[in-house]
């Protein structure tokens, strides 16, 4: 019989750091390109990833946000999982990337308006 000492649980301020690191290698971003897309201050991913600061999870949920991949993710202690399971295309990455790196406020908005009026227009 299994007690329930003997179960092993993920030890997840491991497993979350690396899959952030694991993230950003599909998604070719380097740590500062994640910063800018997940609006955090320039040096966090690095810092998260290398366990200087604890990952918590609005970090995951801006981060997931960001990339559109699913915070299941993020969890899974399979060492099979993968970001592109749940991650959109490539060229959504991009765009958000550009978008990122826009530094106007009132552009922002009116890119924003543009793709959802396109985006609704091709739904109709």
Same mark, same amino acid.
């Given at each position: 019989? %299994? ?8 030890? =997840? ?7 952030? !690191?694991?993230?950003?290698? !599909? ?7 994640? *910063?800018?897309?997940?609006? =955090?201050?320039?040096?966090? !991913? ?5 366990? %200087?600061? /604890? %990952? ?12 559109? !991949? ?22 959504? =990455?991009?765009?958000?990337? =550009?978008?990122?790196?826009? *530094?106007?406020?009132?552009?922002? /908005?009116? %890119? ?13």
């Amino acid at each position: 019989m %299994v007690s329930p000492t003997d179960l092993k649980t993920p030890d =997840f301020d491991e497993i979350i750091p690396r899959r952030i !690191v694991h993230l950003r290698e !599909v998604l070719e971003f380097t740590a500062t390109d994640l *910063d800018r897309c997940a609006d =955090f201050s320039l040096g966090t !991913v690095r810092s998260l990833e290398r366990k %200087v600061q /604890r %990952v918590y999870a609005h970090h995951l949920i801006k981060i997931s946000q960001a990339t559109g !991949v699913d915070l299941n993710y993020f969890y899974d202690a399979t060492e099979t999982s993968s970001p592109s399971n749940s991650a959109k295309h490539q060229e959504m =990455f991009r765009l958000l990337e =550009f978008y990122h790196q826009l *530094d106007n406020a009132t552009t922002k /908005r009116n %890119v924003f308006e543009l793709i959802e009026e396109i985006a609704l227009e091709q739904a109709e």
